[in-house]
């Protein structure tokens, strides 16, 4: 079965898997207190231009944005989010599990802008109501879309304007990376968020997401909180091997791009062929309009999920490439899509 | 100043106080272990025809919804409730807080049904989403509304179907059952869902919330939850005693009916004077719709709430009347308002 | 039956029910935000002789305690008490029910000191433990010790050196205070710690403790705490009115001193009667060591508690006066332990 | 360096690596729901003897006891474990973090009985208490000692009788299993627990613990409780296929023999040098009684922790060794301890 479900559906990258390979008998201190861990930091700490920001790498995304949350946050405080973002729906109330809520705003596109949030902040006044005090965004978006450089700058500026941290999941960053749309860089991103993460899982990895903490408000007892929560792994250096190969040389960006160009060839078939896109079609995730019957078929044969049933017997559905989609997955794919 | 604002900016009923005078120097068990807590216990269990419901007195509101939702889900569970639920907005995220998440659905009046709980079910389908288990309702609701006995029974044999608990917030019960329109009495409420309370606080006592424990499976470990959580008082007999004093001869009802006629008295006014209602106005709480300049006036002179701004420069704002209000107050509003 | 089981056995002294019957029908805005509460803040500050120290009236004593520690201390941070402590036995876990791991030490006579604070610092090194960040002390503690100002002082510069905070549990300060060998104020209390509470449940009021924050770090948000976990009464006033009642003209020192008076008549009978004591007698609880079939007897008719069953068949029992312990309750009680 | 910090050092074992590699490309669903998984779970569910054992896979140690505490306890429910147990010193909080206290008892190896919990539960009486619900044990213990099979089935049948659950921390079963003095086969944990796990990651595996559910009442809802936090690896099969590798032919009980013999070279060594120890020694972990000076260059040269400040200037350290061990570090120590 050739599988468009998801990002995460094979294993890691072949380097990867023989980085992990050459240093398997290396005796390393644990927790990720070792030198692959601490190579792997400098090179993102480079990346995002900022010789001071705190780098963490967790097993996976609803942990980071869990420990995020209960990190920043004081009791009382919530998160804003897209009404479709990932904490809201995808992590089975993990943020709330901690103890916040989640204050949403409708989205069409999966995106927020500083108008929402100013409409939350007004009806949130005296201390009856939860105070809102982060803003969680992702990039690429639930919904495979990006947010642009002036898009996440007039973000950020609204936010430190009103004394709300900006968090940006990018479980999915190299995706929005690699958009032909997009304008941004991971040193932009730092400068513009107060604390994000750089998805491994999603591109290339084993497991593994690296978070940047920039604000030095959100630095101190992170490495507690992550013991706490089981989010400090006993065999750190599996995180750190991971994330050196990808940075030393630019595969992190490579595999994305890879991704992208199986999304375009698929995108550009689907144009020809007339379909329609629930949401602008910017990374590896296309949500092309189908007949109900056709939906059915893509669920069964390539494991494409339905993303929202729409009038006249149509559906939305999600078609996800990644760096190890293949050229025969993608004929057949289109093969069915062109009957 | 005559203040509108609520039904608790007052003390207790005389009578309520002449109780708690009457018993103060008797020696009693505390916790709420006491005689009068007991007796308090059993009238309300005759008022609520269930001879095996377990009975709790806590301090407010607040603590009363979060310490049921807190033993009654599971981790991974949430309640649903109304949008403009007094949970969901008014508890400072309290149900988050125990970890919970609140599933919202819009409502044009404050009240629930089956086809809005039937959404968010079909919604929440995996373990990748919290489990929907418990629904929450308030009779009288935030907008002033009541449900009627066959719209409860909807809702709770829909919940029955469905595996959901049906709690219902009646820290304004006596409203609602004063209401002219209103079909239920408190052994209906008791018939018809799984877990509720009676409040006192809004009704004529200094503090206190009754709690009828209806369902078998909600009853184990409360007592130990309300200690935890605070909501166990160490004279547990200052609750029973005024409880007592309420049901002992129907003065909770007189109560709720006084503050309804002089809702009624205002609501006929204002209908002459040609106001009209954000929501039906049913209960001591009255949403008339009024212009901007006259909803500041009607605050600074009345404490009357701003509840939405509305087109046209007019404001719907919330009068509520309680056994209190008096004669010379509500002709001083009446005043004010046909300016 | 007299009652020595507690000091909260009976309602209000006469002039608090006084206080409340004549201001009954004021109207007043609610949650603490009146006028009451203010004046009873204000005298609570000069008697802490702290003009910028931050008031709140809780309802009661676990409330206290427990949304104390959950505002004071981030997720990963734990509080070190006694291992008699309140917080560590008899709150049915509330300090871990809001995250927070009760650090204990052993202590003969329920106080705790720098000594036993550093062990427990000592052995808490590193991200993998908990991070000590509070010391809970109670005074009068739980088996009815006292501290000395030169104790509390030692304690309070040990706590600085360390960036612990110090929180005492006042729920009986009162009772600490009219100890024959006490040497504190509440101005000294206000100085030597970081954050306490003045206990009125247990000291002549309905219920009602009123905390006293005095570093700055503690005060942020403390509303939206209280109003989160359901501490925020609705009708606020009635805390307020019994602290004015309580520190306008010294009330609340002669009902202490009235309930140690009771506790020096019954000690001094029973040292002539040549009891033991299990600790120190210096407050209104007394734990005299009696043969286990007069343990029994007194439970059965004076409802005291059974402290510790030692050697030799002994038990100790805890006897507790209050304000409202009578003459003939004592001389019935002193009856019986001289059989 | 030669380090006998843990068993955890180095990766995992080559055969582990080359399965992963094998396995790299193939497209799997999920989140645990792929083939490999699948027939992990069926390996070790034969292991277990228990056709119906539900079986789980988490990343690791802290995140299962954490995990299972949290779904298995009500929130008034508290955990009992020695004073030594993992989940009361070395998880940053975590039983404390999802709400409940941990109940301790002092041992004198690690280990509990039914005498030590009869004391917790006989002073563990009435609601102002935590209740205890459930015992935590780990085998082998973090002292190195292990149950054998009448302890174990003493502390099962007590908890029976006594309505606790009885949960056994296995992170280091396989060392257990390899004790000379063992007389235990996973299929009599399983038939003596009420749940347990199979530790991966101290025994060959990169990551991941099998968590083991024997009684019907702790399986609902379970993945549900993963996901929330964050304990659902995405690329679930990881974990399954090192599972399915340590089980399908026994390789799990040789990599653990294998450490056990390391040791036992050591431990006899050293008791020739006339060394004592402060535990039992039975398993991979010894914990010689050495000088302090000693002590500080085992530290220094192979990462031996100290575990305690004996009397006399000597230091108890803990030498664990795995199955990665090598002859010339085992030749290097001992040459540095016989000095």
């Known amino acids: 079965m050739y599988r468009f479900s998801d990002d995460y559906s094979e294993g890691a990258?072949?380097?990867?898997?023989?980085?992990?390979?050459?240093?398997?008998?290396?005796?390393?201190?644990?927790?990720?207190?070792?030198?692959?861990s601490a190579r792997a930091a400098d090179l993102i700490r480079k990346e995002a231009a900022d010789p001071s920001a705190e780098i963490h790498f967790l097993a996976g995304g609803t942990q980071a944005n869990s420990a995020v949350?209960?990190?920043?946050?004081?009791?009382?405080?919530?998160?804003?989010?897209?009404?479709?973002?990932?904490?809201?729906?995808h992590e089975t109330g993990a943020a709330e599990a901690s103890g916040h809520k989640v204050l949403t705003a409708e989205s069409a596109d999966g995106k927020l802008n500083p108008s929402m949030i100013r409409d939350i902040l007004s009806s949130h006044t005296d201390e009856h109501m939860v105070q809102p005090k982060m803003v969680y965004i992702s990039d690429s978006t639930e919904t495979g879309t990006?947010?642009?450089?002036?898009?996440?700058?007039?973000?950020?500026h609204f936010c430190g304007q009103n004394g709300l941290y900006l968090f940006l999941d990018g479980a999915r960053l190299?995706?929005?990376?690699?958009?032909?749309?997009?304008?941004?860089?991971?040193?932009?991103?730092?400068?513009?968020?107060?604390?994000f993460y750089i998805g491994g899982t999603k591109n290339g990895a084993l497991l593994g997401e690296a978070l940047v903490i920039i604000n030095d408000e959100l630095k101190p007892g992170f490495r507690f909180l992550m013991k706490q929560r089981g989010a400090m792994l006993a065999k750190g250096w599996i995180l750190g091997i991971q994330f050196e190969e990808l940075f030393q040389d630019g595969l992190y960006y490579r595999l994305a791009a890879q991704a992208r160009e199986s999304a375009e060839t698929i995108q550009?078939?689907?144009?020809?062929?007339?379909?329609?896109?629930?949401?602008?079609?910017?990374?590896?995730?296309?949500?092309?309009?189908?007949?109900?019957?056709?939906?059915?078929?893509?669920?069964?044969?390539?494991?494409?999920?339905?993303?929202?049933h729409l009038a006249d017997n149509r559906t939305s559905i999600r078609i996800v490439t990644s760096w190890a989609s293949t050229e025969a997955g993608i004929r057949s794919l289109l093969r069915v899509m062109s009957e």
């Open 13 to 36: 990258h072949p380097r990867i898997l023989a980085a992990l390979a050459e240093h398997n008998l290396e005796s390393n201190p644990g927790y990720g207190l070792d030198r692959h």
């Open 69 to 89: 949350i209960a990190s920043a946050l004081r009791p009382y405080q919530a998160v804003i989010a897209a009404s479709t973002g990932h904490i809201n729906v």
């Open 146 to 156: 990006i947010y642009t450089r002036e898009e996440l700058a007039a973000l950020y």
């Open 174 to 195: 190299g995706a929005a990376l690699a958009s032909p749309e997009n304008d941004l860089t991971i040193a932009d991103v730092a400068a513009l968020t107060d604390i």
């Open 268 to 308: 550009r078939a689907l144009e020809k062929l007339g379909y329609e896109f629930a949401y602008p079609p910017q990374t590896n995730q296309l949500f092309p309009i189908v007949p109900d019957p056709l939906a059915a078929r893509l669920e069964a044969e390539f494991g494409c999920h339905p993303d929202r």
